[in-house]
């Protein structure tokens, strides 16, 4: 079993920063890949960046590369998910989830496990 827990959602304007925590708990969490989904209002779920046991391979949306970056504290069983230079389009829920299939995959339904999501509104 693995629980996940995100936060560092908030109100942002276009162009502001912030920084989102996915703190992991179970035996299998530090061996496991990690992505970030997003999912707005009336839109499908979808993957945001990805990273795998140790930090070495990710993968990324193109909407958001090279404005985002994901990274892992295997100390403090952590992922994170930094967002610069946001738009309003960002804006959206955003969740953490935990799968073995690796950093592109990207249907909803390999994931095992899911946090609670995190609101990011990105103001114009």
């Known amino acids: 079993q693995v629980h996940l827990v995100e936060s560092g959602g908030g109100l942002v304007q276009a162009g502001g920063s912030l920084r989102l925590s996915c703190a992991g708990s179970?035996?299998?969490?530090?061996?496991?890949?990690v992505a970030w989904f997003r999912q707005a209002p009336g839109r499908e779920r979808e993957l945001v960046a990805a990273?795998?046991?140790?930090?070495?391979?990710?993968n990324y949306a193109n909407s958001v590369a090279g404005r985002f970056t994901i990274s892992r504290d295997s100390a403090k069983n952590t992922v994170y998910l930094q967002m610069d230079s946001l738009k309003p389009e960002d804006t959206a829920v955003y969740y953490c989830?935990?799968?073995?299939?690796?950093?592109?995959?990207?249907?909803?339904?390999?994931?095992?496990?899911w946090g609670q999501g995190t609101q990011v509104t990105v103001s114009s």
């Open positions: 989830g935990t799968t073995w299939s690796g950093v592109r995959a990207m249907g909803v339904h390999l994931y095992d496990y």
């Open positions: 179970g035996r299998t969490f530090s061996s496991m890949f």
């Open positions: 990273i795998n046991w140790n930090g070495d391979s990710t």
